[in-house]
């Protein structure tokens, strides 16, 4: 399932989110940051409870790091999903504020 979900970007050069509906869920997925010169923080990592261990998470971080890479910003893992993907993945220790 993780493969086909489409994520979405909504925001401006202050705050955002990455997100993405979840079917048979009352609330979106999403992964919400506020900016700090070049600095993202991820603040709040959410999963529908019928959703979870389904990669939507992972997802939502990862849209996060390719903008990371395009747009030249450092992400401060500041959620503690996002803190352990990091620490998970420590090839991306350069993107990491």
């Known amino acids: 399932?993780?493969?086909?979900?489409?994520?979405?970007?909504?925001?401006?050069?202050?705050?955002?989110?990455?997100?993405?509906?979840?079917?048979?869920?009352?609330?979106?997925?999403?992964?919400?940051?506020?900016?700090?010169?070049?600095?993202?923080?991820?603040?709040?990592?959410?999963?529908?409870?019928?959703?979870?261990?389904k990669g939507f998470a992972a997802q939502l971080v990862k849209a996060m790091i390719e903008d990371a890479k395009q747009q030249n910003f450092r992400i401060a893992p500041d959620c503690s999903y996002v803190e352990g993907y990091f620490k998970k993945h420590p090839e991306l220790s350069d993107l990491r504020a």
């Open 1 to 53: 399932m993780s493969d086909t979900i489409q994520i979405q970007h909504e925001g401006d050069e202050t705050q955002g989110r990455y997100f993405t509906p979840v079917k048979g869920a009352g609330r979106e997925a999403e992964l919400t940051w506020r900016a700090d010169g070049d600095v993202r923080h991820a603040t709040h990592t959410f999963v529908p409870p019928e959703a979870r261990g």
